[in-house]
């Protein structure tokens, strides 16, 4: 059956783990949950109001997280689940997640700061909006999804990037996804990314600084940009080839880009748009 209490102090599991976890309150630190150890976690959700300091896992498949905060979250293979962190006030409300295998097929909403998340790949049904800063987001392999946070001071990808999109500045609703209406509306302002880097090929993504839609369509000729020049890009380096359907808009773009070994001009290359 589910375990319900009031907070725990240790939780730990040397078998497959099924049953929802419901934590009702917080010890005197705030603390909901200390620890979470398990094996394979299969569409388990845990809720707790308060923090949460450490998940240790070798999967979770389906199922979610809703809690204030969390610690460390680690997982050795793959993690599959949707997380949902509200508490802004901490000074990170996710401080890292380090995700061995494949972070995919879920929804991340984040209050707050956030450190280093890294993961062996990442794939096109990943969202996550992160209402502050992404401190760091690196990806072994390859990388697809949806990315939103106010700041991206490092992106690092190993692999190809395909079907991406990362907005500073953006904040895609509760749907992680460009358009929508209602709680699923975006909302569009001025935001920055310090480095970001890409491995291998770049395939049908839009990395943007302050980029806005306007109309919830990326590159149909009315994109702008919130904030001028202090929604800058300030470095990209983009190994491998970047292909036609890709984009990227700032207020502000390096004055050197080079793709492939050859240095282009983001003013007359209409794969850059600088407002």
């Known amino acids: 059956g589910d375990i319900e209490a009031l ?16 934590l009702t309150g ?10 979470l150890k398990a094996l ?12 949460v300091k450490s998940i240790a896992v070798n999967d979770w498949l389906d199922g979610a997280i809703t809690a204030g905060s969390i610690g460390k979250l680690a997982a050795k293979n ?19 997640a380090a995700i061995s295998g494949a972070l995919r097929d879920a929804i991340w909403s984040i209050n707050g700061l956030v450190g280093a998340i890294s993961a062996g790949s990442t794939n096109d049904n990943l ?13 072994k392999g390859d990388a697809g999804g949806h990315f939103a946070a106010d700041h991206f001071p490092k992106v690092s990808i190993g692999g190809n990037l395909t079907d991406a999109h990362f907005l500073a500045g953006a904040h895609l609703g509760d749907d992680g996804r460009v358009g929508g209406n209602g709680a699923d509306a975006d909302t569009f302002a001025g ?3 310090g480095s970001f880097s890409v491995r291998g090929q770049t395939i049908n993504s839009i990395i943007g600084a302050g980029l806005d839609p306007v109309d919830g369509v990326f590159k149909n000729g009315n994109d702008t940009v919130v904030g001028g020049v202090d929604s800058f890009i300030k470095s990209l380096a983009l190994s491998g080839p970047v292909d ?32």
């Open 40 to 51: 394979t976690l299969t569409d388990v959700d845990l809720t707790a109001p308060g923090n």
């Open 244 to 275: 036609g359907a890709s984009f990227f808009g700032a207020g502000l773009l390096p004055t050197r880009i080079v793709i492939e070994g050859v240095t282009i001009d983001p003013a007359t290359d209409p794969r850059f748009l600088l407002v």
């Open 127 to 139: 969202h996550i909006d992160v209402l502050g800063t992404l401190a760091s987001l690196t990806v």
């Open 78 to 96: 793959d993690f599959a689940a949707d997380v949902t962190l509200t508490d802004g006030t901490q000074s990170k409300t996710l401080g890292s």
């Open 191 to 193: 935001g920055t990314i």
């Open 7 to 22: 907070w725990i102090g240790k939780l730990s599991s040397r078998s497959a783990m099924n049953a929802d976890v419901n």
């Open 26 to 35: 917080a010890d005197a630190k705030g603390v909901s949950l200390g620890s």
